[in-house]
Structures are given as structure tokens and as C-alpha cells.
């Protein structure tokens, strides 16, 4: 169950309208790596999840990041301004918000392709999910800083740092549930095949940097380590 608070989890505003700049936001707000991807993706993982605290933890991230969408939405409403006026050439992604959304946020991404459920990562497996939740948290947290990177407009700036600080603490969460199932699915019996040992070294001439001798399932050190 959900419940809508109809205060936004951090303000949001922006100094000027920015039609060009909500047209790459939008990247966030339906694109493969944003926020509408994270949370449906956590929400379908979480219904195979027998682990009733990591299943909250999906479930609480999942509506965490629905409403970071509407963060990003927000946003995207507000650059886009009050008056449709194209003013010129429109990049891809903003044809739409200009005839077919009355420039309300819309479901795409940068480019103006809708959001896709093939975005979506779900396998069954519990260590393939977190992993694959992992990615998703650094490859949102390496957009979000491209887009930091190309906008001047301190407000927007606040969200996206805001944000980007959220991913880091999702990326933290998931890595102390990964730690709680070690040896568990595809976890289990890990590099006990031969051909697990195997380095095939094929650039030629060249030094051997890696070595898969003594295969180590993967783990993460403790979010309380020094090191």
C-alpha cells in the first residue's frame, strides 16, 4: 500500500525556466536509468523476496525513488515554464512536451522514447538483484552528475546534489543486504568447477594482471571498515 505525503521530500524550485534542460532531465524521469526504472524495478524484485527484512528494504527504497520521480518531475514542470512557444529548432525530447503533453512532464527520456518495462531487471535470484540493483544505483548516481555538470541553476543544482546523495545511501543499503546472503542462490557453490580456475589470457604479448586460481565470491567489506 501506498500513501501520497503532499509534501515533496525536498524542495524544489528553479531560478529560470529551462526548456532545454527539462528536456535532458526527462532522462531521469523515464529514461533507463531513472527514477520510474528503480522504483518498478525494486517493487518487482521485492514479490519473489522471502527475507522479510530485505523485502522491506526494497519496498522502502522502491517508494523512496517514486518520490524522487516526482522531485524530478517537479523539476521538469517548472523548466519547462507556463507558455508552449517552441522559440526555434527543439531538441527531440521536447517535441512532445509541446504537442502532445501541453508541457507536462511526460514519460521519456531525453530523446522523447517512452519509458520501456525493459528497463527492468528481474531475475528470482537474490544476489543477481542486488548486484543488478547495485549498477543501477552507480549508473543513476553517473547521470545525475553529468547533468550537475551542465546546468548553472543553483536550485536545480540543490535537488540533483540531493539526489545524488540519496543514491549513494541506496548503494550502501543494498550492499549490506548482499552481505547478509552469502552461499545463498546463485551464490552457492561458487568457482567449484575447474574451468572456474581458468585465465584465458588472449592479448598476446602481454603480462597476466588477473588470476582466477582461487575463485572469491563476491562480497563487500563492511560499511563500518576503515579501509
Same mark, same amino acid.
Given at each position: 500500500m501506498f500513501k501520497h505525503d503532499k509534501n515533496l521530500l525536498e524542495m524544489v524550485r528553479v531560478e529560470r525556466p529551462n526548456p532545454q534542460y527539462a528536456t535532458m532531465l526527462q532522462e531521469q524521469l523515464g529514461g533507463s536509468n531513472g527514477e520510474l526504472k528503480a522504483a518498478m524495478q525494486y517493487i518487482s524484485q521485492s514479490f519473489r523476496i522471502k527475507?522479510?527484512?530485505?523485502?522491506?528494504?526494497?519496498?522502502?527504497?522502491?517508494?523512496?525513488?517514486?518520490?524522487?520521480?516526482?522531485?524530478?518531475?517537479?523539476?521538469?514542470?517548472?523548466?519547462?515554464g507556463h507558455d508552449i512557444d517552441a522559440g526555434g529548432s527543439q531538441p527531440s525530447g521536447n517535441i512532445e512536451a509541446n504537442v502532445l503533453t501541453g508541457l507536462a512532464p511526460y514519460l521519456t527520456n531525453g530523446s522523447g522514447v517512452p519509458f520501456s518495462a525493459a528497463y527492468v531487471n528481474v531475475t528470482g535470484d537474490l544476489p543477481a538483484d542486488i548486484l543488478s540493483n547495485i549498477a543501477a544505483e552507480q549508473r543513476a548516481k553517473v547521470v545525475y552528475e553529468y547533468l550537475h555538470r551542465q546546468i548553472n541553476d543553483k536550485y536545480?543544482?540543490?535537488?540533483? &546534489?540531493?539526489? *545524488?546523495?540519496?543514491?549513494?545511501?541506496?548503494?550502501?543499503?543494498?550492499?549490506?543486504?548482499?552481505?547478509?546472503? #552469502? @552461499?545463498?542462490?546463485?551464490?552457492?557453490?561458487?568457482?567449484?568447477?575447474? &574451468?572456474?580456475? *581458468?585465465?584465458?589470457?588472449?592479448?598476446?604479448?602481454?603480462?597476466?594482471?588477473?588470476?582466477?586460481?582461487?575463485? #572469491? @565470491?563476491?562480497?563487500?567489506?563492511?560499511?563500518?571498515?576503515?579501509?
Amino acid at each position: 500500500m501506498f500513501k501520497h505525503d503532499k509534501n515533496l521530500l525536498e524542495m524544489v524550485r528553479v531560478e529560470r525556466p529551462n526548456p532545454q534542460y527539462a528536456t535532458m532531465l526527462q532522462e531521469q524521469l523515464g529514461g533507463s536509468n531513472g527514477e520510474l526504472k528503480a522504483a518498478m524495478q525494486y517493487i518487482s524484485q521485492s514479490f519473489r523476496i522471502k527475507d522479510p527484512e530485505i523485502k522491506d528494504l526494497f519496498l522502502d527504497i522502491a517508494s523512496e525513488e517514486l518520490s524522487h520521480m516526482e522531485m524530478v518531475a517537479s523539476s521538469v514542470n517548472l523548466l519547462n515554464g507556463h507558455d508552449i512557444d517552441a522559440g526555434g529548432s527543439q531538441p527531440s525530447g521536447n517535441i512532445e512536451a509541446n504537442v502532445l503533453t501541453g508541457l507536462a512532464p511526460y514519460l521519456t527520456n531525453g530523446s522523447g522514447v517512452p519509458f520501456s518495462a525493459a528497463y527492468v531487471n528481474v531475475t528470482g535470484d537474490l544476489p543477481a538483484d542486488i548486484l543488478s540493483n547495485i549498477a543501477a544505483e552507480q549508473r543513476a548516481k553517473v547521470v545525475y552528475e553529468y547533468l550537475h555538470r551542465q546546468i548553472n541553476d543553483k536550485y536545480v543544482r540543490q535537488m540533483i &546534489d540531493f539526489l *545524488l546523495n540519496r543514491e549513494e545511501a541506496h548503494n550502501t543499503m543494498f550492499r549490506q543486504a548482499f552481505q547478509k546472503i #552469502q @552461499a545463498t542462490g546463485s551464490n552457492r557453490d561458487w568457482g567449484v568447477d575447474e &574451468d572456474a580456475r *581458468l585465465y584465458f589470457n588472449l592479448s598476446s604479448p602481454g603480462v597476466n594482471h588477473f588470476s582466477v586460481s582461487n575463485p #572469491q @565470491a563476491p562480497s563487500f567489506q563492511s560499511s563500518n571498515s576503515t579501509q
